[in-house]
């Protein structure tokens, strides 16, 4: 069974450019051999077969790989630290703000960072890049489309102000939704733009290898404008952030050390 899923990584980066060798093994492999067994495979070797010839399957994997669950001002308290803490700071460097949401998901997080610097800045100076590595939930994020529990911890001022509840959905604005870019990204082999005032990449990290997450971390440090900020998610905090280049601000925030 070893050879049989170390195959199937190589064959997996091969086809795919994923190389699932930097995720957590015994994480990863759990959570693909459950749903490889759900669709009716013995082993990974034929489940690969399965992929190479079926794009749903393909999609399907992808999904499991990212778990892709998230929510509008998830973590509320640490937007408020966003809001009045940090982002004071940045707009001290720039009124348009460079940001970039990494691991976007099916799109929350990128609109509720959209929804907070409207209370700061005209829409029309706001651009988020938003980026994952599943174009299915690229898709769901961009048509803003969202159920009733995505909401559950969006202020009723924001709820009136951003969205339009039509049967049992709910819909961003359009100037919301046109205020980010979404494209297909992976963290682990594309290349970064740079210049960043703000990176977002929360709970995407914990499921990497610690070499993985190093690798990343110098690599989101080079992406980031000098006394840039790296907001991580709850379960991420960043041990010896100075090895990185970066100085602890606040809980889960990070500032590009000052060279």
């Known amino acids: 069974m070893c050879n049989d899923y170390e195959g199937f990584i190589r064959q997996i980066k091969k086809q795919t450019g994923i190389d699932l060798s930097h995720y957590k093994e ?39 790989m990212t778990i892709n669950v998230s929510e509008f001002y998830r973590n509320m308290k640490r937007w408020d630290v966003l809001e009045t803490s940090i982002l004071p700071e940045i707009l001290k460097q720039s009124k348009r703000p460079k940001i970039w949401s990494a691991a976007c998901s099916t799109g929350e997080e990128p609109y509720t960072l959209a929804m907070i610097l409207n209370q700061h800045l005209p829409l029309k100076n706001i651009q988020i890049t938003a980026t994952d590595i599943d174009e299915k939930a690229l898709e769901k994020a961009r048509q803003g489309v969202y159920h009733e529990r995505a909401l559950k911890g969006v202020p009723n001022s924001i709820r009136q102000r951003y969205f339009t509840k039509d049967n049992n959905v709910y819909h961003v604005s359009e100037a919301i939704k ?82």
């Open 26 to 64: 015994a994480q990863m492999k759990r959570r693909l051999t459950s749903l490889r067994q759900k669709r009716g495979f013995d082993n990974f070797h034929t489940y690969f077969q399965a992929l190479s010839c079926d794009n749903e399957l393909v999609s399907e994997l992808l999904d499991r």
């Open 178 to 259: 046109n205020a980010v870019q979404f494209k297909r990204h992976n963290l682990l082999s594309d290349r970064f733009d740079s210049d960043f005032h703000l990176i977002v990449c929360r709970n995407v990290l914990i499921y990497f290898t610690e070499s993985a997450k190093n690798e990343l971390y110098t690599k989101f440090y080079r992406a980031l404008k000098s006394e840039g900020f790296l907001f991580v998610g709850s379960t991420e905090q960043i041990f010896a952030p100075q090895t990185h280049g970066f100085d602890v601000f606040d809980t889960f925030f990070y500032r590009k050390t000052v060279t």
